[in-house]
């Protein structure tokens, strides 16, 4: 089959590999139907997050069932179904609290309870290196899908493929950082970064009630979008402090809600990447600082970006003294997908309208390309491999 394989940092180029075959009597083989790229898959392009072997790329996708293995029970052959980004088995201490991120089962020679920077990490993800379980992921022909009585969910057949794509992972982490701020209407949310996982952040808002929802980018066609799709206001930190602007409107205080949908790879200048030199840090943290500098007295932040490094110097002192709420991680997304295929399906939320660009997967190399270097305005990609 053809699949978006990774080689080393800076180099994704579409290969001829061997097919999945069923390895566990829960497996099923999807032939994959939609799958994207996905903001966090770029950190392991640009090698942040290490992974030594070639690996198939990819865990938002979705496809139809080819192959079951003898104890998939809730799953036959030429059911469609979307996927969740994180393995997780259904059955351990942590799936059965709502967590499948920390699935116990599906990580096992780098679980732990620590959270380390190289050991010691949370459940599988597919296509995500092996720190997270080594599972080759869904920019492919075809996939092979753990877990499948727990996993994969059937997809409404009026569905289109990009209505629903994006429950694999985007929609419900952008679900995730507004639900996790509890809101109970009224709100001023403000969303820094206007990516995929911005956007979806930016429509869950308005779902839960929200007043205001500032989007904050530094990357004008991205606000546009947001402009467009979410009917949000937008701040550019090129041409307005984002802090100063969200205390303008709220008479001094700040935002009810904050979140960080950027992570530890936001725009930076010379001095901010020196310092992450000297401190032996990845990235930077200067979004979330902004984040706790923006959020009002006894307000929430969330974090849905991804961190991968301790920060020297990091605000505990801001925290403690404005009285912060902190909620953060990769999405449950197994907690939350049921109720959002059905706002979907119910027309409540529209999903598609943020994708820029639908490419085959022959051209993963060149989405990959554009994706990263933030040309072509392009927002979020979605390959086809029948295209």
């Given at each position: 089959?053809?699949a978006a394989?990774?080689h080393r940092p800076?180099?994704?180029?579409?290969d001829?590999?061997?097919?999945?075959?069923?390895e566990?009597?829960?497996?099923?083989i999807?032939k994959?139907?939609?799958?994207?790229i996905?903001?966090?898959?770029?950190?392991?392009l640009?090698?942040?997050?290490p992974?030594a072997r070639?690996?198939i790329?990819?865990?938002?996708?979705?496809?139809?069932?080819v192959?079951?293995?003898h104890?998939?029970?809730?799953?036959?052959v030429?059911?469609?179904?979307?996927?969740?980004f994180p393995?997780?088995?259904?059955?351990?201490f942590?799936?059965?609290h709502?967590a499948?991120?920390?699935?116990?089962?599906?990580?096992p020679?780098?679980?732990g309870?620590?959270g380390?920077?190289?050991k010691?990490?949370?459940g599988?993800?597919?296509?995500y290196?092996?720190?997270?379980?080594g599972?080759?992921?869904?920019?492919?022909?075809?996939?092979?899908?753990?877990?499948?009585?727990?996993?994969?969910?059937?997809?409404p057949d009026?569905?289109?493929?990009?209505q629903?794509?994006?429950?694999t992972?985007?929609?419900?982490?952008?679900?995730?950082?507004?639900?996790?701020?509890?809101?109970?209407?009224?709100?001023v949310?403000a969303?820094?970064g206007s990516?995929?996982?911005?956007l979806m952040a930016?429509?869950?808002?308005?779902?839960?009630?929200?007043?205001r929802?500032i989007a904050?980018?530094?990357l004008?066609?991205?606000l546009?979008?947001?402009?467009m799709?979410?009917?949000?206001?937008?701040?550019n930190p090129?041409?307005?402090d984002p802090?100063?602007?969200?205390r303008s409107?709220t008479?001094?205080?700040?935002?009810?809600?904050?979140v960080?949908?950027?992570g530890?790879e936001?725009?930076?200048?010379?001095l901010?990447k020196?310092k992450a030199v000297v401190n032996?840090?990845?990235g930077?943290?200067k979004?979330?600082?902004?984040c706790?500098?923006?959020?009002?007295?006894?307000g929430?932040?969330?974090?849905?970006g991804?961190?991968?490094?301790?920060?020297d110097?990091?605000p505990?002192?801001?925290?403690?003294?404005?009285g912060?709420?902190i909620?953060q991680?990769q999405?449950?997304?197994?907690?939350?997908i049921d109720?959002?295929?059905?706002?979907?399906?119910?027309?409540?939320?529209v999903?598609?309208d943020?994708i820029?660009?639908?490419l085959?997967?022959?051209?993963?190399?060149?989405?990959?390309?554009i994706?990263?270097?933030?040309e072509d305005?392009c927002?979020?990609v979605?390959?086809?491999?029948?295209?």
């Amino acid at each position: 089959m053809k699949a978006a394989v990774f080689h080393r940092p800076g180099k994704i180029q579409v290969d001829t590999v061997d097919d999945p075959r069923i390895e566990d009597m829960s497996d099923v083989i999807l032939k994959v139907t939609s799958t994207a790229i996905c903001g966090s898959d770029l950190h392991i392009l640009r090698g942040s997050v290490p992974q030594a072997r070639d690996m198939i790329m990819g865990h938002e996708f979705m496809g139809t069932v080819v192959e079951a293995g003898h104890g998939v029970t809730k799953l036959k052959v030429g059911d469609r179904v979307v996927v969740p980004f994180p393995v997780a088995c259904g059955h351990c201490f942590f799936c059965a609290h709502g967590a499948s991120t920390a699935c116990e089962n599906s990580n096992p020679e780098m679980y732990g309870p620590n959270g380390d920077l190289l050991k010691e990490k949370g459940g599988g993800l597919f296509g995500y290196t092996d720190l997270y379980g080594g599972y080759e992921g869904g920019q492919a022909e075809y996939v092979r899908v753990p877990y499948a009585d727990f996993g994969p969910r059937k997809v409404p057949d009026a569905m289109k493929d990009e209505q629903m794509l994006f429950l694999t992972d985007i929609f419900p982490t952008g679900w995730s950082a507004i639900d996790w701020a509890q809101l109970k209407g009224g709100e001023v949310v403000a969303i820094f970064g206007s990516g995929p996982v911005g956007l979806m952040a930016q429509k869950a808002a308005w779902l839960n009630g929200a007043s205001r929802v500032i989007a904050i980018d530094p990357l004008n066609y991205r606000l546009e979008r947001a402009k467009m799709v979410n009917k949000v206001e937008t701040v550019n930190p090129h041409e307005q402090d984002p802090v100063e602007y969200l205390r303008s409107i709220t008479e001094g205080r700040g935002a009810d809600v904050c979140v960080d949908a950027v992570g530890y790879e936001p725009e930076r200048d010379v001095l901010d990447k020196l310092k992450a030199v000297v401190n032996f840090e990845k990235g930077s943290m200067k979004v979330l600082d902004d984040c706790f500098r923006a959020v009002r007295r006894n307000g929430t932040v969330t974090i849905v970006g991804v961190y991968a490094s301790p920060y020297d110097n990091f605000p505990l002192h801001r925290l403690f003294d404005k009285g912060i709420t902190i909620r953060q991680g990769q999405a449950p997304v197994h907690k939350y997908i049921d109720q959002l295929i059905e706002l979907v399906a119910g027309g409540k939320v529209v999903l598609d309208d943020i994708i820029s660009h639908t490419l085959p997967l022959s051209a993963a190399a060149h989405a990959y390309d554009i994706f990263h270097k933030k040309e072509d305005d392009c927002v979020k990609v979605v390959l086809k491999p029948e295209l």
